[in-house]
């Protein structure tokens, strides 16, 4: 059984970047396909990328397309998150969370099973 652990969030300029990472402990990384979710100010939770458990597959969600990049050192037991170009609209609490020997084909809340407790982001004018 996983447990995940986010850091790397805070805040930052419109046009900066973050890099968020997760931790993954219990079970080699490499078990479980990987994604990052977010929850902007009042609105329900939403995939951001997913990357299959090794690397072959990722998604993207249209909003971050060309922006944000996820990415996963499966030595290290560690996924991550490289945003760039950030917008105030990207605001939110950012969550990992993993589906253990999962195909990673799409980002759909409901079959993630394992997450962490999310890191705050912010990004101002």
């Known amino acids: 059984q996983a447990q995940l652990v986010e850091s790397g969030g805070g805040s930052v300029q419109a046009g900066g970047s973050l890099k968020l990472s997760c931790v993954v402990s219990?079970?080699?990384?490499?078990?479980?396909?990987m994604a990052w979710f977010r929850q902007l100010d009042g609105k329900s939770r939403e995939g951001v990328a997913s990357?299959?458990?090794?690397?072959?597959?990722?998604l993207y969600a249209d909003s971050v397309k060309g922006r944000f990049t996820i990415d996963r050192q499966n030595a290290k037991n560690t996924l991550y998150l490289q945003m760039n170009f950030l917008e105030p609209k990207d605001t939110g609490v950012y969550y990992c969370?993993?589906?253990?020997?999962?195909?990673?084909?799409?980002?759909?809340?409901?079959?993630?099973?394992?997450w962490g407790q999310g890191t705050q982001v912010t990004v101002s004018l």
């Open positions: 990357i299959s458990r090794f690397s072959t597959r990722k």
């Open positions: 969370a993993a589906i253990r020997l999962g195909d990673c084909k799409d980002l759909e809340l409901n079959k993630y099973t394992y």
């Open positions: 219990g079970e080699p990384a490499s078990t479980y396909c």
